[in-house]
């Protein structure tokens, strides 16, 4: 198995037959343990409101430009019978923090969805009380992702303040969303400045102690209008600054097949926003075995602006055709059914 320190050096490499080594190693790790199928989820962005100030993140509430939208319970199901209509076997629920979205809400879209569509619910609404994320998986949502972001508590509590001065612990909310058995995923952001080699072969090695089911990590991209898009002072970058670059982000998925060899990874928006649609191919040849296809309506997913001129936001109704033939000319098979992590198939991590 591999360790920090290889985690380490391998993140250094900078010669092109170490490297091509790593993707060959990280593409059988991959094959062996969840096989030659992608699956595909649909990304449906149904709210960019948000409460909280992240340094990164261009939905932060004080990003006053942003008009601020939250889609109706019809539109998400429209949606959300589109992604079925797709092939797709999951979607994903993703919003800024609403926190005048009520659970009871959710729970009912959630409830809605189940009884009618043959689809498993992830949700990525970010750090909600452990009672509504029960309810919610009551109600049918099977799987959560919430990124820790960085494993450097200095460095998160600068990039993630609290709420009203309040530290929050994102690990402690991943516990509490294991205990309810959720399948869990999380990750991190590549190259936040400030983050050194060092840092970010811990976070690689933290996603095996969470013993993670899904691991999404990306480059970090500055945004404006935010603190960390604005070359700020207070964000010095590390001694070995890690990189935000697509390089970084492909060894980074590759580290993460070697060290949580069952778990599902997707080749993140982000990677595709540096390296164009080839990213895609790049990072399923790297260890990635998931994408998430945006099925956000156009109106709105320009208006998700986490980070500028993220990709998909001009995809049209071809693209799905493309990804699909895409995957297949890499040789692999487009998933079918929900592709659940066989990492927590494994251990069946069920406890309701
Ligand atoms: N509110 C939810 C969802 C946030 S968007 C939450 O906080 O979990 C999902 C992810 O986008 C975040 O976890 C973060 O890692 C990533 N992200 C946000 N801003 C970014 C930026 N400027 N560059 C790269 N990734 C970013």
């Known amino acids: 198995m591999i360790n920090q320190s290889d985690i380490y050096n391998w993140l250094g490499e900078t010669d092109p037959d170490r490297l091509t080594e790593l993707w060959e190693l990280a593409d059988d790790v991959r ?13 449906l962005e149904f709210s960019n409101r948000c ?15 942003l008009q601020r939208y939250r889609m109706t319970p019809d539109e998400i199901l429209a949606c959300a019978r589109k992604a079925t209509e797709l092939g797709y076997g999951t979607v994903v629920f993703q919003s800024g923090q609403d926190q005048a979205m009520t659970g009871q809400w959710l729970a009912e879209i959630i409830e809605r969805i ?14 909600r009380t452990a009672e509504e994320f029960a309810l919610w998986r009551r109600a049918g949502a099977g799987r959560y992702l919430l990124r820790f972001e960085t494993s450097d508590p200095a460095l998160y509590d600068l990039t993630h303040p609290g709420l009203d001065g309040g530290r929050l612990n994102r690990f402690t909310i ?20 400030g983050q050194s080699f060092r840092t970010l072969a811990r976070d690689i090695e933290m996603f095996a102690k969470l013993d993670l089911d899904m691991i999404g990590s990306g480059p970090f991209i500055p945004t404006p209008n935010t603190p960390l898009g604005e070359n700020s002072d207070a964000f ?3 001694e070995r600054q890690v990189p935000n670059d697509e390089l970084m982000s492909y060894k980074v998925i590759a580290l993460t097949r070697l060290i949580c060899p069952q778990a599902n990874i997707p080749t993140t928006t982000a ?3 540096l390296d164009g649609p080839e990213a895609y191919e790049l990072g399923l040849r790297r260890g990635a075995n998931v994408i998430m296809p945006n099925i956000t309506p156009p109106e709105y997913r320009r208006l998700y602006a986490i980070y ?9 109704d071809d693209y799905h055709e493309r990804l699909k033939k895409m995957i297949t000319a890499v040789g692999r098979r487009i998933g079918v059914g929900r592709g659940d992590s ?4 494994r251990v069946s991590k069920c406890a309701l």
């Open 114 to 127: 189940t009884e009618q569509l043959p689809l498993a619910i992830t949700l990525s609404v970010g750090e």
């Open 51 to 65: 409460v909280r100030p992240c340094a990164y993140c261009g939905l932060r509430a004080e990003n006053r430009d």
């Open 308 to 316: 500028p001129d993220k990709a998909g936001v001009n995809q049209d």
């Open 342 to 345: 066989p990492n927590y198939r």
């Open 236 to 238: 010095p970058p590390a």
């Open 174 to 193: 991943l516990h509490t969303l294991r205990r309810l058995g959720y399948e869990l995923g999380s990750g991190v952001m590549v190259g936040i400045p």
């Open 31 to 43: 094959g062996e343990n969840v096989g030659d199928e992608v699956h595909l989820r649909g990304l």
């Open 271 to 273: 990677v595709a926003t």
